[in-house]
Every structure is written in structure tokens, then in C-alpha cells.
């Protein structure tokens, strides 16, 4: 199976940084054996990467709106930050189950024109359903649709450290499975 790049750099980060929230321990065994866990970090959300015929000065004039079931969160860009032609930006979230989520943008031109516009949606587990529905729009400033994706979630069950040490799930969203 091939990890996009993105999952596995969040897979790969998740052993030396904190994950936005903590990974979920089953307890101790039922089985009365001892089991020896790992700490790799693991958090449960969405992935999705979609191309937009627009540079990035355009995205940050524009907007972004992501919902999840309805539920949805809006919010102009011009906070990108910018770093050699990428940028990057983190989003307020309602709280769900008593926690914030992490909503995160990024971006990196393509070489054929455009931008590539990753988002990163993470989450506790308990909030996601198999069959959440997403919806992502990119908006220019004169209110022009730049970008927009809707999919339905199939999440995938992932334990980086082994059956019974901590459970994840996710779905990830590639730039071709764009809404017509």
C-alpha cells in the first residue's frame, strides 16, 4: 500500500511531536498477556489534495469553506503564511465531543501552473462517522469558485503500533477525485 506523501510525513512527525490530540490507549489487556506499546503518534481525520488554477497571491485574497455534514467552518486566507513559494495556515474550529479540531491548509505551485491546496483535518475518532460526507470550496475574491471537492469519507482503521495499542481512523482525498 502507498502512503500519499502527506500521511506518511504526519506518520513520520507523530514520532517526535505531539499529535493534536492523544493517541487512544485501550487500557490494560484483557487477556491478562502484558503488551508492549509504542508512542507513535496517530490521529484520526481527513486528507485531501486538490489542484486550483490559481497562485497563491489569488488564494489569499479569496476564501475557504470546509464543512462535514453539514457543519461547516468559513474563513478568509490572506493569513497564508508564505515560505519559497508555499504557504501555510492553520484554522479556528468549532469544538467537537469537548475538543478543537485541527484544520490545516497548505499549498505548493505546480509545475504546470496552478496550486496544489492540501487540507488536513484532524479529529478525535468518536466524532467520525463511515459515510461523513465533506465538502471543501476555494472562493476568489469576486466570489469565482477557484476550487471545490466533495466526497463521501470511507475511513480506514490504522494502529501504527500494533493491534490493541491505540486505533485511528482516515480517509485521504486524492487531486483526482475532484466534484465535476
Known amino acids: 500500500m502507498r502512503l500519499p506523501l502527506h500521511l ?24 491478562g498477556k502484558e503488551r508492549v506499546c509504542t508512542l507513535i503518534g496517530c490521529g484520526s481525520g481527513m486528507g485531501l489534495e486538490m489542484n486550483v488554477d490559481a497562485t497563491l497571491a489569488q488564494l489569499r485574497a479569496g476564501t475557504f469553506t470546509m464543512c462535514r455534514n453539514g457543519t461547516c467552518v468559513r474563513s478568509r486566507l490572506e493569513g497564508f503564511r508564505t515560505d519559497l513559494g508555499r504557504g501555510f495556515l492553520r484554522l479556528e474550529m468549532p469544538k467537537e465531543a469537548g475538543r478543537l479540531p485541527l484544520l490545516e491548509l497548505s499549498t505548493k505551485p505546480l509545475p504546470t501552473g496552478g496550486t496544489q491546496v492540501q487540507v488536513s483535518y484532524g479529529t478525535d475518532s ?55
Open 8 to 31: 506518511a510525513a504526519l506518520l513520520v512527525a507523530g514520532c517526535a511531536s505531539t499529535p493534536p490530540f492523544p493517541p487512544e490507549y485501550p487500557g490494560p489487556p484483557q487477556d
Open 126 to 180: 468518536v466524532v467520525l462517522k463511515q459515510g461523513d460526507i465533506y465538502r471543501v470550496t476555494l472562493q476568489a475574491v469576486d466570489g469565482r469558485t477557484l476550487g471545490e471537492f466533495r466526497g463521501v469519507a470511507h475511513y480506514k482503521k490504522v494502529e501504527p503500533n500494533g493491534p490493541d495499542c491505540g486505533t485511528c481512523y482516515n480517509v485521504y482525498f486524492g487531486p483526482d477525485r475532484s466534484t465535476p
